[in-house]
Protein backbone atom coordinates (compact mmCIF):
# COMPACT_ATOMS: atom_id res chain seq x y z
CA UNK A 1 0.00 0.00 0.00
CA UNK A 2 2.85 2.43 0.73
CA UNK A 3 4.14 1.73 -2.77
CA UNK A 4 0.88 2.52 -4.43
CA UNK A 5 0.58 5.82 -1.90
CA UNK A 6 4.04 6.38 -3.10
CA UNK A 7 3.06 6.17 -7.00
CA UNK A 8 0.15 8.43 -6.24
CA UNK A 9 2.15 10.91 -4.89
CA UNK A 10 4.42 11.05 -7.97
CA UNK A 11 1.01 11.27 -10.35
CA UNK A 12 -0.66 14.10 -8.48
CA UNK A 13 3.38 16.20 -8.50
CA UNK A 14 3.30 15.78 -11.93
CA UNK A 15 -0.41 16.85 -12.31
CA UNK A 16 0.54 19.96 -10.24
CA UNK A 17 3.59 21.35 -12.26
CA UNK A 18 1.13 21.70 -15.62
CA UNK A 19 -0.20 24.64 -16.64
CA UNK A 20 -2.54 26.17 -18.93
CA UNK A 21 -0.24 26.94 -21.34
CA UNK A 22 1.22 22.97 -21.42
CA UNK A 23 -0.18 20.95 -23.98
CA UNK A 24 -1.87 17.96 -22.40
CA UNK A 25 -3.72 14.90 -24.19
CA UNK A 26 -5.74 11.82 -23.06
CA UNK A 27 -5.21 8.93 -25.08
CA UNK A 28 -6.62 4.93 -24.60
CA UNK A 29 -4.66 1.97 -26.13
CA UNK A 30 -5.89 -1.53 -26.92
CA UNK A 31 -3.28 -4.66 -27.88
CA UNK A 32 -2.04 -8.15 -26.93
CA UNK A 33 0.50 -8.73 -24.03
CA UNK A 34 3.06 -11.47 -24.90
CA UNK A 35 4.39 -13.40 -21.76
CA UNK A 36 8.40 -14.12 -21.63
CA UNK A 37 10.74 -16.80 -19.76
CA UNK A 38 8.93 -18.66 -16.69
CA UNK A 39 5.62 -16.10 -17.20
CA UNK A 40 5.22 -17.57 -20.41
CA UNK A 41 5.39 -21.20 -19.92
CA UNK A 42 2.31 -20.97 -17.70
CA UNK A 43 0.14 -18.56 -19.77
CA UNK A 44 -1.15 -18.10 -23.24
CA UNK A 45 -1.04 -14.56 -24.88
CA UNK A 46 -3.25 -11.88 -23.15
CA UNK A 47 -5.29 -8.70 -23.45
CA UNK A 48 -6.05 -5.45 -22.58
CA UNK A 49 -5.45 -1.88 -22.87
CA UNK A 50 -5.10 1.75 -20.78
CA UNK A 51 -6.06 5.17 -20.19
CA UNK A 52 -2.96 8.27 -21.05
CA UNK A 53 -2.08 11.44 -19.56
CA UNK A 54 0.75 12.88 -21.49
CA UNK A 55 2.07 16.26 -20.58
CA UNK A 56 4.27 18.21 -23.33
CA UNK A 57 6.78 19.63 -21.66
CA UNK A 58 9.23 20.36 -23.55
CA UNK A 59 8.93 20.18 -27.37
CA UNK A 60 10.73 16.68 -27.35
CA UNK A 61 9.77 15.34 -24.02
CA UNK A 62 6.43 13.99 -22.58
CA UNK A 63 5.99 13.04 -19.44
CA UNK A 64 3.25 10.43 -18.97
CA UNK A 65 0.82 8.85 -16.43
CA UNK A 66 -1.06 5.94 -17.44
CA UNK A 67 -3.68 3.01 -15.79
CA UNK A 68 -4.64 -0.33 -17.33
CA UNK A 69 -5.92 -3.44 -17.41
CA UNK A 70 -3.90 -6.67 -18.54
CA UNK A 71 -5.39 -10.50 -18.53
CA UNK A 72 -3.76 -13.92 -19.34
CA UNK A 73 -5.06 -17.17 -18.99
CA UNK A 74 -3.24 -20.49 -18.37
CA UNK A 75 -2.37 -22.86 -20.47
CA UNK A 76 -0.90 -26.66 -20.10
CA UNK A 77 -1.32 -27.64 -16.24
CA UNK A 78 -2.95 -23.72 -15.65
CA UNK A 79 -5.26 -24.29 -17.76
CA UNK A 80 -8.44 -23.20 -15.50
CA UNK A 81 -5.95 -20.23 -14.24
CA UNK A 82 -6.00 -16.38 -14.44
CA UNK A 83 -3.85 -14.03 -13.87
CA UNK A 84 -4.60 -10.31 -14.19
CA UNK A 85 -3.05 -7.28 -13.47
CA UNK A 86 -3.96 -2.92 -13.02
CA UNK A 87 -0.71 -1.30 -14.17
CA UNK A 88 -0.96 2.25 -12.90
CA UNK A 89 2.64 3.79 -14.16
CA UNK A 90 4.60 7.21 -14.30
CA UNK A 91 7.24 7.93 -16.64
CA UNK A 92 8.90 9.42 -19.88
CA UNK A 93 9.02 9.69 -23.34
CA UNK A 94 11.11 11.43 -25.87
CA UNK A 95 10.07 12.48 -29.37
CA UNK A 96 11.34 12.31 -32.45
CA UNK A 97 10.99 14.04 -35.72
CA UNK A 98 8.76 16.68 -37.23
CA UNK A 99 5.67 17.07 -38.77
CA UNK A 100 2.95 14.65 -38.41
CA UNK A 101 5.41 11.66 -37.76
CA UNK A 102 7.09 11.38 -34.50
CA UNK A 103 8.45 8.19 -33.44
CA UNK A 104 9.54 7.90 -29.73
CA UNK A 105 11.57 6.37 -27.16
CA UNK A 106 9.82 5.85 -23.29
CA UNK A 107 10.10 4.32 -19.83
CA UNK A 108 7.47 3.94 -17.17
CA UNK A 109 7.74 2.49 -13.75
CA UNK A 110 4.99 1.80 -11.06
CA UNK A 111 2.64 -0.74 -9.53
CA UNK A 112 0.96 -3.16 -10.92
CA UNK A 113 -2.31 -4.56 -8.62
CA UNK A 114 -2.22 -8.26 -10.01
CA UNK A 115 -4.87 -11.02 -8.64
CA UNK A 116 -4.10 -14.81 -9.39
CA UNK A 117 -7.58 -16.84 -10.05
CA UNK A 118 -7.16 -20.96 -10.18
CA UNK A 119 -10.20 -23.57 -9.72
CA UNK A 120 -9.06 -27.10 -8.86
CA UNK A 121 -11.66 -29.67 -8.21
CA UNK A 122 -14.51 -27.28 -8.41
CA UNK A 123 -12.94 -24.94 -5.73
CA UNK A 124 -11.79 -21.40 -6.10
CA UNK A 125 -8.84 -20.28 -5.30
CA UNK A 126 -7.47 -16.77 -5.25
CA UNK A 127 -5.20 -14.17 -4.20
CA UNK A 128 -4.34 -10.22 -5.04
CA UNK A 129 -0.83 -8.30 -4.11
CA UNK A 130 1.27 -5.08 -5.72
CA UNK A 131 3.64 -5.60 -7.27
CA UNK A 132 7.06 -2.96 -8.31
CA UNK A 133 7.09 -2.95 -12.44
CA UNK A 134 8.62 -1.05 -15.17
CA UNK A 135 8.10 -1.08 -18.89
CA UNK A 136 10.93 0.59 -21.53
CA UNK A 137 9.84 0.58 -25.34
CA UNK A 138 9.56 2.24 -28.71
CA UNK A 139 6.71 3.30 -30.84
CA UNK A 140 4.94 6.54 -32.85
CA UNK A 141 2.43 9.29 -32.99
CA UNK A 142 1.07 9.70 -35.84
CA UNK A 143 -1.27 13.02 -36.48
CA UNK A 144 -4.84 12.22 -37.82
CA UNK A 145 -6.31 15.09 -37.14
CA UNK A 146 -6.32 18.88 -35.58
CA UNK A 147 -6.23 17.39 -31.98
CA UNK A 148 -5.83 13.65 -32.55
CA UNK A 149 -3.38 11.34 -33.33
CA UNK A 150 -2.31 7.50 -33.56
CA UNK A 151 -0.38 6.06 -31.08
CA UNK A 152 1.11 2.70 -32.08
CA UNK A 153 3.72 1.49 -29.51
CA UNK A 154 5.52 -2.30 -28.21
CA UNK A 155 7.18 -2.15 -24.59
CA UNK A 156 9.11 -4.93 -22.68
CA UNK A 157 7.44 -4.77 -19.08
CA UNK A 158 8.81 -6.73 -16.16
CA UNK A 159 6.55 -6.96 -13.14
CA UNK A 160 8.55 -7.91 -10.48
CA UNK A 161 7.48 -10.42 -7.27
CA UNK A 162 9.38 -12.13 -4.22
CA UNK A 163 12.58 -13.98 -5.64
CA UNK A 164 11.19 -13.68 -9.78
CA UNK A 165 9.29 -11.25 -12.05
CA UNK A 166 7.09 -11.70 -14.84
CA UNK A 167 7.85 -10.16 -18.13
CA UNK A 168 6.04 -9.60 -21.00
CA UNK A 169 6.09 -7.43 -24.29
CA UNK A 170 2.86 -5.27 -24.71
CA UNK A 171 2.02 -4.31 -28.37
CA UNK A 172 -0.65 -1.28 -28.07
CA UNK A 173 -2.42 0.65 -30.87
CA UNK A 174 -4.67 3.77 -29.86
CA UNK A 175 -5.54 7.48 -29.60
CA UNK A 176 -4.20 10.22 -28.27
CA UNK A 177 -5.94 13.16 -27.88
CA UNK A 178 -4.96 16.73 -27.23
CA UNK A 179 -6.67 19.30 -24.68
CA UNK A 180 -6.02 22.90 -25.90
Known amino acids: MK ?40 YDMGF ?18 SVGYLTWSGKDTFDDAT ?12 LFGQGKFHPYLGAELGMH ?10 VDYSSSDSYFGWGAGAGFLYQIGNNMDLDV ?11 SASDYVSVMVGLLFGLN
Do not use: C, W
Open 83 to 94: FSSIPVMVGARY
Open 3 to 42: KFLAVLFVVFLVAGFTNAQGKMALGLNAGIALPMGDFGDG
Open 113 to 122: FANFDYEFMG
Open 153 to 163: NARYNSISSEG
Open 48 to 65: GGNALFAYHATPNVDVTA
